[in-house]
């Protein structure tokens, strides 16, 4: 470790969550703080995108990866955030739908820079709708 032993860096661990998981006592020492600082910025932090945002998109993400305990993890995480069932169900319901797409257009091997510039006149489309 760079800076805090094993102890110091458990027992901030164990401050903000309770109890130092199994899976952070397992990180080697030399990694464990700087996993703890990515963990506690990215997953507890405020950061650009909200928590309980973070938290759903984990949620839609780990719906198709089908970790188990990711989306366990992140599921609890989004209500402890706020989320709920509903949002929660929208955002699996999402990542399905767009799974979807995405598999449908590689499939047909859609031509990109057609795709692109589609996309960029429904953009045209829809901003000069609005106003």
């Known amino acids: 470790m760079t800076g805090r032993n094993r102890g110091e860096v458990e027992a901030e661990i ?9 899976f952070f006592s397992r990180i080697p020492d030399d990694l464990l703080e700087h996993e703890w600082a ?12 909200p928590n309980k945002y973070k938290e759903l998109i984990g949620v839609g993400l780990h719906s198709e990866t089908k ?8 599921t609890e995480a989004a209500k402890l955030f706020g989320a ?14 767009s ?3 995405s598999a449908y257009i590689n499939g047909i091997r859609e031509d990109y820079d057609a795709f692109a510039q589609e996309l960029e006149q429904i953009k045209d489309y829809i901003k000069s709708s609005a106003g």
């Open 67 to 74: 970790c188990h305990y990711c989306t366990l993890f992140h």
């Open 84 to 97: 709920t069932d509903e949002e929660i169900q929208e955002a699996v319901h999402y990542a399905k739908t």
């Open 99 to 101: 799974l979807g797409w």
């Open 14 to 22: 164990k401050e903000a969550l309770g109890l130092v998981p199994h």
């Open 38 to 49: 990515i963990f506690k910025k990215l997953e507890l932090g405020e950061t650009l995108i």
